[in-house]
């Protein structure tokens, strides 16, 4: 199976900020890479797809980057609808295997 | 509205088997593949397998093989996950969330439902 290492585990962060989030694959997985956001008691939700494709609906302040193994999530500007739990997934090979989790927190 | 409906919370006892439903509505039931996940308690995310509603066929994450069986109803637009031998390792909400047919490069997800808790307990 493909792990997936999500960095950091969690971080603290000011309104305003530009927070980035890592993953890392065991293996290469080309761009078939994904983001998600959840919040305490939600579903998840796509915001990044194909490592840079900006799902529609989500704002721009999120974007993605990376191929191969390494990839990272990037917030513009962190606002308060924006501390959550962010997870990647890759869509390369089954299983499909998620990060362990990313939690944005208030400084 | 597209949505993806799920049962009601359950409570189930080691050994037994549990059955969830993810009612679609808003689209074409057969253009898309529905999956299931479950997350534990304070945990990651976990990928379950996933079933092709036109065709039937599915694909199973080896660690639920022959434990896990994913229908689907074209009829009421309705899918289905069936867990047997529970265990409380098996505790976690599940989650049924819609991807694009094709190839594993389409699986991500746009759509989900809200969960269903399955609590495993004596």
Known sequence: DIQMTQSPSSLSASIGDRVTITCRASQSISRFLNWYQQKPGMAPKLLIYDASTVQSGVPSKFSGSGSGTDFTLTISSLQPEDFATYFCQQSYITPLTFGGGTKVEIK | QVQLVQSGAEVKKPG?????SCETSGYTFTSYYIHWLRQAPGQGLEWMGRINPRSGGTSYA????????????TSISTAYM??????????AVYYCARSLAGTTFYWYFNLW????LVTVSS
């Open chain 2, 62 to 73: 080896q660690k639920f093989q022959g434990r896990v069986t994913m229908t689907g109803d």
């Open chain 2, 82 to 91: 069936d867990l047997s031998r529970l265990t409380s390792d098996d505790t």
């Open chain 2, 113 to 116: 439902g809200r969960g269903t």
């Open chain 2, 16 to 20: 037994a088997s549990v059955n969830v």
